[in-house]
Nanobody, 124 residues
Framework: QVQLVESGGGLVQAGDSLRLSCAASGRTFRSYDMGWFRQAPGKEREFVAAIDWSGGRTYYGDSVKGRFTISRGSAKNTVTLQMNSLKPEDTAVYYC?????????????????WGQGTQVTVSS
């Protein structure tokens, strides 16, 4: 059974940093592209960041460029999202996602597997 488990969410103040992790199990994700999305209350789930299977290419949403960094572990079955200079508008549930091969990293439909999400709350 394929499973993605996120961790690292929490409550922080504006300007703080937080590091999210996603662990993949049940399948070898070494060749999978992986991404992070987020969904705030009453809003659509939006693309945050993605990384290709090799770790050599990364992609970011406009709202997080320069503040967030995506990376994957040496075993390629984990992916982390380092979030710096957090803002109240970053408050959302953050989801990890994976797909075997992606041509376009930005849309939700490109991803086959999803985690349950982890809450990130940034207070002003």
């Amino acid at each position: 059974q394929v499973q993605l488990v996120e961790s690292g969410g929490g409550l922080v103040q504006a300007g703080d940093s937080l590091r999210l992790s996603c662990a993949a199990s049940g399948r070898t994700f070494r060749s999978y592209d992986m991404g992070w999305f987020r969904q705030a209350p009453g809003k659509e789930r939006e693309f945050v960041a993605a990384i290709d299977w090799s770790g050599g290419r990364t992609y970011y949403g406009d709202s997080v460029k320069g503040r967030f960094t995506i990376s994957r572990g040496s075993a390629k079955n984990t992916v982390t999202l380092q979030m710096n200079s957090l803002k109240p508008e970053d408050t959302a549930v953050y989801y990890c996602a994976a797909a075997g091969s992606i041509a376009n990293y930005y849309p939700r439909y490109a991803y086959d597997y999803w985690g349950q999400g982890t809450q990130v709350t940034v207070s002003s």
